[in-house]
């Protein structure tokens, strides 16, 4: 496994490469950098880049890609802990929330049944100091 400072490395290429090229053209017996002196001593005019170039480019692209990547998926796994962080406060909370319904719900009901039974109570004494020598 390549380390994080090896993979963020973009190695600078020269102009010469140790293998076949992978562009689809065959190299010569010289190197890039050979080819693209004998051309302009001869006077002619190149267009577009020498194998070798598009072979610099397109590993360096690939490296940056890679790098890209490997980024992408850092930032994916902190922000994935960071959701379950969250995940793990929310659930805690919620816990609690419900606990405290509980709670209440128990309190709410204990004080209607208190009230309620101050009412009845009230009626009957009521009732019999109004009503008791009928």
Known sequence: MESDEEIRR???????LAGPSTSGQEAGSGTGADRAQSAAQAGQRRRGKSPADKEHKRLKRLLRNRVSAQQARERKKAYLNDLEAKLKD????????????STLQKENNM????LKNTTVSRRESSSSANGGGE
């Open 111 to 114: 004080l209607r049944q208190i």
């Open 90 to 101: 929310l659930e805690t909370k919620n816990s609690e929330l419900e606990e405290r319904i």
């Open 10 to 16: 973009v190695p600078e290429f020269g102009f010469e």
